[in-house]
């Protein structure tokens, strides 16, 4: 559980270093990637231990699609929310889709 967690903060800060200053557009890019940089730095520190820890319980394949799941996840509320993006019927397609695709890296054949 501490490995989701670590992972779900990690991906909080990503997503504000990767998407963040889509509503400051005016600011100049050279500010918005040291910016970026800072904010993704602290990810980092969430990252390196979620992935350290997590190894010891689930292979690098089952980490990879954790965090792919709580990018997506992550992602989702942070363009509803704050991008004010409209959520569309074709995206729980693919999400579903890629759910499936968890399922399969998760099922012990």
Same mark, same amino acid.
């Not at 890019?29 to 800072?38: H, P």
């Not at 520190?45 to 990018?71: D, M, W, Y």
């Not at 942070?78 to 693919?94: D, M, T």
């Given at each position: ?40 730095? +602290?990810?980092?520190?969430? =990252?390196?231990?979620? %992935?350290? *820890? ?5 292979? #690098? !394949? ?18 509803? +929310?704050?991008?004010?993006? =409209?959520?569309?019927? %074709?995206? *729980? ?5 890629? #759910? !499936? ?9």
């Amino acid at each position: 559980m501490l490995t989701i967690a670590l992972l779900l903060v990690s991906n909080i800060f990503m997503t504000i270093a990767w998407y963040g200053h889509l509503k400051y557009k005016d600011a100049p890019l050279w500010i918005v990637i040291l910016a970026s940089w800072g904010i993704a730095f +602290v990810e980092y520190c969430f =990252q390196v231990p979620a %992935n350290r *820890i997590g190894h010891a319980h689930f292979s #690098a !394949a089952q980490l990879k699609t954790i965090q792919e799941v709580i990018t997506l996840v992550v992602f989702t509320v942070f363009s509803v +929310v704050y991008l004010k993006e =409209q959520f569309k019927w %074709n995206y *729980i397609i693919g999400f579903v889709l890629i #759910a !499936a695709g968890a399922f399969f890296v998760f099922k012990k054949w």
